[in-house]
């Protein structure tokens, strides 16, 4: 079992930055691909980013690939994602989430584990 809770969120003017963290509790941290899932109000929760159990392979959601960074810090039990030139649309709660799947795919039904979502608001 894996706790996961997010902090970083918050409001931002179009063309900023903010980053995102997931601490995991536990000692199984690097055992479990993790995500991050956004959800706009009215609408269904997507997928942003994954990121591999060693770091090593991420893939992204293709609207934020160039403007969004996944990364993890195995000895802080820690997921990131830095978000930069953030737009209107980027406006959303975001969930970190953990899986035990090797490779994951953009579904959420394949993640086990969520965290209860931070909130980042992006004005124009």
């Known amino acids: 079992q894996v706790q996961l809770v997010e902090s970083g969120g918050g409001w931002v003017q179009a063309g900023g930055s903010l980053r995102l963290s997931c601490a995991a509790s536990?000692?199984?941290?690097?055992?479990?691909?993790m995500g991050w899932f956004r959800q706009a109000p009215g609408k269904e929760r997507e997928f942003v980013a994954r990121?591999?159990?060693?770091?090593?392979?991420?893939y992204y959601l293709g609207s934020v690939k160039g403007r969004f960074t996944i990364s993890r810090d195995t000895a802080k039990n820690t997921v990131y994602l830095q978000m930069n030139s953030l737009k209107p649309e980027d406006t959303a709660l975001y969930y970190c989430?953990?899986?035990?799947?090797?490779?994951?795919?953009?579904?959420?039904?394949?993640?086990?584990?969520w965290g209860q979502g931070i909130q980042v608001t992006v004005s124009s």
């Open positions: 989430a953990a899986t035990s799947r090797p490779i994951p795919g953009r579904s959420s039904s394949e993640y086990e584990h």
């Open positions: 990121i591999s159990r060693n770091g090593g392979i991420t």
């Open positions: 536990g000692r199984t941290f690097s055992t479990y691909a």
